[in-house]
């Protein structure tokens, strides 16, 4: 329920001095594309071109649906928009942030086609790129990018998702024969929900516990062929997932492997290297840290289900405001005409603040995206340091929690604000529903990502602390062996530099205006390092109250992702703030300025609970902020429509015919 | 997020005294079953009967699929278990109670299959009984009763679905043939989203607007023939509505009528006549209070919707804890076992609030459904009066509102609860979700249902005051003009008892214990009447403001809806702590109250920042509600597999074999 204060005599917001925005749509189009305004002109045009399968993905059967999905993908990969990640040697475009824009804009369209790009020419692609050598590159690489060669990316088992360090597949070295022997030792450690493993993968990277002399060296990658010809290869078994809750246009498989020998050239040896006699290496001592540094090449997986989560969010929206911009329903007073649903306040408390969320979500994943290309075209000579590297973990781990609980949101409150007619798969949101549903839980369980960030954020702080004790809980709260590589970082100081930037000193969180977007950013940078410093003392505090670690643990969880929430909201708000600053001034400015404002308040009430059980926000700025907020949603009301016009959601994306006229 | 606080030396919620109770299942299974545990026995055999239905609804195609769904709910028929509704005269069970029981129970299996049970004998078979009189009884009843005879209810049109006032289709008297012509104007005017119309209805009953002589009598239903032998009429053009998220087994179509004549004796004329001549005539002379009558008398629809939301959500709370009971992920210490997810705080956090929800919820429902049965065999010489009738229909609207909101938030957050499982059809959440999602919008849409609750009270709060200003308001906020028919309420009084009835006198907010249930009643009391006070306040400062009526409603309105919801919450409390204090003690008790409890402080602590805002809940206490919620969690925790398997739901029905085991 929307929190309401109910002080009925307080003045309505002034609107004194306040003038529309002019919105020049195509203007704020150019704004929101950003750098990769052709990419994304190449992807909408693709998309166009194969409009037709959003039909066609209802009266299909499974069989032919499966088909049609691959041969778009095949299509598309003849323009070279999905190969945009694999260097030009191999045929590819050399540009990974091209590769982001490309696959994120797939969202306007069939998510299946998506998700099939996403795991032939991203994972399975990625996989062979980032964790293979030049032996692995010349063998497959212009082949994948070109789509000749189909594969799939065999890392979840039925036992175990999130905890990928405990998969039970076995990789054992034969030095007899320099192989590796290939095991699936029960049901538990079969490989599960594997896109195009049921029919079109000839090969798999395949993730297994590598065991050289008896001795376990961890979870290592290795490139399994798993068909020839379309047949499958002895001793591989391949079951098919089934029905899914959507992208059923995606043939998702279980392999189970009897004993299957590879060379021993199919390891992916990037990080580690097995000799023929059989001795083991790797230019990364630790084991934790050579896992970690293995999965952190495949950050772009996250970075682009994030970015798809918040496109699939831009087609709903479009579709819903639209809508409630035409369909009249009650007439309020004794005219005969009935009121457009975009005029009652409460319909613009569902739609608006969501709009203002994906604006501001579109612009941090435009940050995280220049981050992800940043780190992954730095010179071999001089790479990104590893910092850098766990700090755009950390932030693509949020950024996909995030935007992709903000699709689930989104597309729902859409749904249901188209009512009945927004029930029929006609109008869009059957399949955007069915088909995002999964993107909180692949590419990482969500839950397992936040925790992910919180960690991020307590190795820093007990750093920062330099003391034992704490980092045996940080150990705790991670349950896993953290890095010694520790450092002091900025957050600490983050809070000092925005109050002195504030009016008020001390006072500022009641003296600062309540659209100064300074004030925006301190409080949530105030509620992150308070609940930072919270988590530290309550691990403390758990670790000497003679619980047992399971059992305290447990209790400081919802503590802990709590505070990864905070962090990914204040970089999402940053990010926003920080693309607003840069603007001229003009009515484009406006513009994103009234997004960001509404953006931001609706973030703070909807925990006004907290700011105000901490200190930081009084009754009366509490109720002052829900007003504030109703009174945005009333000036962004006017422009709605040209604001998901900008999204640029190609017409025949959004179907629809009867809502949209 | 859930909401922390962050004083991390605060002692651990202490457990002194507390005694895990001892869950004996079976009581507890009569318990949430009640008076009607026979009939929903039948029904849970019969679901078992037709178990296969489940997994035959992924393969069969959809023409089968239909059809298989028609021959299920023409078994079910046999058995008796959709009749109890129908008077025993007519070969039904006479008992209005169980024709709900029975209804909801089916929500375990596949609701496709319920809701054409409910198109065929709730809603048509219902207007059929409550709107005609003998004539139509008798040439009807029976053979709907057995399922001879196919219908739809033809209510909603294209342009038309929450201002039911409103449609276009036209019922023209012509009184040289004695018969009604029966027209639809326009394509806005079609009947839409008709269950059973597409393909099996022979029957429809039609609201349309009556026009006698010129003059125009407001909406009326009237029974038109729709096909004979399969065969659409003359006159009568039919439509498929196609595809849509869900119960893709129900064949909602599109209605066109052109011209069609009926005879005199079609309009079911329990509120109104057309004589031969052509003289209207009614015993009720206000037109509106005739059309909301009429309407009223529908209800039961609304009851079983809700009802059906919340046993879906028993579904899917079963499924998720048991899995979460049975799956592990990550080891917290050094040990080899990896933790169970269920032993994780924030996994706790997720799931059990849920659980308790839903136990308030269907004791909620039980309450509703003994008033519905009160008012409906209420003998014809002393009928129920208008102001228990109203109170029915407000109830009826925000259970279904609260309840079936409540089974989409469930439903998701169980699947994602149980990973990539959960996507997987075989494992329940893909029909549970697809199915449940439109019960948020047909039988009235939850906003408009909940702006009808606010109408309830605003009315009786109006008439409390006697004041024509007021009244004038509560019209400009019903959007439609008001009964006359005011009274004194209860509502006043309410808070004032329990502020005596509680420790402290005008301190019993800070005084009261955190798990007196006097305590979580009087806090949602005060949110309701003060939300009631403040809405009526806002609308007379609207109304002088200046504003446009649209404009000023528009900006009352979400604080109408958070009123209305506030009211319905602490009548579905009430209605929990109501039952838990009329156990004897014991640990059925004990357990009901630990839910209860849970239920009443996470619904507190949801809304904390709205309470600590008007004075109601201190910082400290605030803080304090979150340890109780987490602590509750805690202790439901060992018994959460006893409350789920309490609900009942046949092993057939949870399918998920891999994830129960």
């Known amino acids: 329920m929307s929190p309401r204060e109910d002080v009925a005599t307080e003045p309505l917001p002034s609107t ?40 066609d993905a209802e009266t299909l059967d499974w069989t032919a649906y499966r088909e049609r999905v691959k041969d778009v993908v095949l299509a598309l990969a003849q323009t070279g928009q999905t190969g945009f990640g694999f260097a030009e040697a191999y045929g590819g475009g050399g540009d990974i942030g091209a590769s982001v824009a490309a696959f994120e804009t797939l969202a306007f369209g069939d998510l299946s086609v998506m998700v099939k790009v996403g795991v032939q020419f991203g994972l399975f692609g990625g996989a062979i790129a980032q964790l293979g050598t030049k032996r692995h590159h010349d063998a497959y690489l212009r082949d994948i990018a070109s789509g000749a060669l189909l594969g799939c990316f065999a890392m979840t088992e039925t036992g175990h998702g999130s905890n990928v360090q405990a998969l039970q597949t076995i990789a054992r070295y034969d030095p007899a024969t320099e192989e590796f022997v290939i095991t699936t030792p029960d049901d538990a450690a079969r490989k599960d929900y594997i896109g195009n493993a049921a029919l079109h993968a000839e090969l798999a990277v395949v993730f297994a516990q590598l065991e050289v002399a008896g001795e376990q060296h961890g979870v290592h990658a290795f490139v399994v062929p798993l068909r020839r010809d379309g047949e499958v290869l002895p001793g591989v078994r391949i079951g098919d997932c089934g029905a899914k809750i959507g992208l059923n246009g995606v043939d998702n498989g279980r392999i189970w492997f009897d004993n299957v020998r590879v060379p021993r050239a199919a390891l992916l040896n990037q990080f580690a290297d097995v000799s023929a006699e059989g001795i083991y290496s790797s230019p990364i001592e630790n084991p934790n840290r050579r896992f970690f540094t293995m999965l952190g090449t495949l950050v772009q997986g996250r970075v682009s289900v994030g970015g798809a989560g918040i496109n699939a969010s831009k087609v709903a929206l479009t579709v819903a405001v639209r809508y409630a911009d035409r369909r009249r329903q009650f007439s309020i007073d004794d005219s005969a005409q009935e009121q457009l649903l975009l005029d009652y306040g409460q319909h613009q408390r569902r739609l608006l603040p969501l709009l203002a969320h994906t604006y501001a979500l579109h612009f941090a994943q435009e940050v995280l995206t220049e981050q992800l290309h940043a780190v992954f075209s730095a010179p071999p000579d001089n790479p990104a340091d590893e910092h850098t590297r766990r700090e755009l973990e950390s932030r693509a781990a949020g950024t996909k929690a995030l935007g992709t609980w903000h699709a689930s949101r989104t597309i729902q409150e859409c749904r249901e604000a188209c009512g009945g007619a927004g029930y029929l798969s006609a109008n ?82 009641s003296e600062a205006g309540l659209l100064d977007s300074r004030y925006h950013q301190a409080m949530l940078r105030f509620r992150e390092e308070h609940q930072l410093s919270g988590v530290a003392r309550r691990l403390k505090s758990a670790t000497g109250s003679g619980l047992s670690s399971g059992e305290a643990f447990s209790r400081v969880q919802p503590h802990v992702m709590a505070l990864a929430h905070s962090h990914v909201e204040r970089l999402v708000l940053d990010a926003f703030v920080d693309k607003y600053r840069a603007l001229p001034d003009g009515d484009l400015k406006a513009t994103i300025g009234l997004l960001c404002d509404l953006h931001a308040l609706s973030v703070i009430e909807a925990d006004r609970g907290w700011f105000i059980e901490h200190g930081r926000l009084s009754v009366a700025r509490s109720k002052a902020i829900t007003r504030q907020v109703d009174d945005l949603c009333r000036k962004v009301r006017p422009i709605a429509v040209d604001l998901v016009d900008a999204f640029g959601v190609p017409r025949e994306m959004l179907r629809a015919e009867e809502l949209l006229g």
Chains 1, 2 share one sequence.
Not at 461 to 481: H, N, S
Not at 487 to 508: M, N, S
């Open 16 to 55: 004194d001095g306040y003038r529309q925005p002019d919105v020049d749509v195509p203007a704020l189009s150019a704004l929101l594309d950003g750098k990769y305004a052709d990419v994304r002109r190449l992807a909408r045009d693709n998309l166009v071109a194969h409009a037709d399968l959003l039909t």
């Open 428 to 509: 869009r949101f059957a399949a955007l529903r069915a088909d995002t549903d999964v993107f909180t839980t692949f590419e990482g369980d969500n839950h397992v990502l936040l925790q992910l960030v919180a960690k991020g954020l307590l190795t820093d702080y007990a750093g920062a602390f330099e003391d034992l004790d704490q980092l045996e809980m940080v150990r705790m709260v991670t349950g896993m062996a953290v890095e010694t590589i520790l450092e002091k970082t900025a957050v600490h100081t983050l809070f000092e530099r925005i109050r002195d930037a504030l009016p008020g000193g001390d006072q500022w969180d």
